[in-house]
């Protein structure tokens, strides 16, 4: 994203943690468990490597084309696998705005240099809609985590609801920042 460098570091940060702890858990899950969490794993790892500053790297123009192609292809995978629930609806709209995020990206890179910025509706209305969710999730997380003081884990099987609520939470700040950014 273009953006200033230290919001775009500390989103590389903040994503490639997230999309790291995905992976890890990708070890100890199976079935729609395991699927949930490769999303995130994806949805992360893909996130941190938009955010990169492009003063450190610039990627090139095809990029944000392979950018809309995997979340492109993982937002019909979403679309033909059975509907589980209110997340699977979230990361759906997730990845439909990566999608928009990458072609916002690659006709503004293309023709300007900088970021297009989209469509100003669209883009207020996923930041609108990122703003509730982040909201509403750490309301949620914030009882739990008083609870939680001093749990020690000890296997990533052990790994608290929390846990998953703090990284969802944590990417979508994430987004809210891209689509602001944007």
């Keep these: 994203m273009h953006g200033p460098a230290v919001s775009g570091w500390l989103l ?12 890890i858990q990708l070890r100890t899950r199976s079935g729609p468990t395991r699927e949930a969490v490769g999303g995130e794993a994806l949805m992360g790892c893909g996130m941190a490597a ?18 809309a192609v995997v979340y492109g292809g993982a937002a019909v995978a ?3 696998a059975p509907p589980r629930g209110v ?27 900088h970021a297009a910025g989209g469509l100003p509706a669209l883009t207020g209305a996923l930041a609108v809609y990122y ?8 309301a949620r997380l914030a009882p739990r985590a008083a609870q939680k003081v001093g749990t020690v884990l000890i296997e990533p099987s052990d790994v608290p ?22």
């Design 12 to 23: 590389v940060a903040l994503c490639g943690g997230t999309g790291t702890y995905g992976l």
């Design 161 to 182: 609801p929390e846990m998953l609520t703090a990284c969802r939470l944590a990417m979508g700040v994430a987004m809210l920042a891209m689509l602001l950014m944007l």
């Design 78 to 80: 979403a679309l033909r």
């Design 87 to 113: 997340h699977h609806l979230h990361h759906l709209i997730g990845l439909l705005a990566m999608v928009y995020m990458a072609i916002a990206m690659a006709y503004g890179d293309a023709h300007s240099g």
């Design 50 to 67: 938009m955010a990169v500053p492009t003063a450190a790297f610039a990627p090139p123009d095809w990029a944000w084309t392979v950018y």
């Design 131 to 138: 703003a509730g969710y982040v909201l509403a999730f750490a």
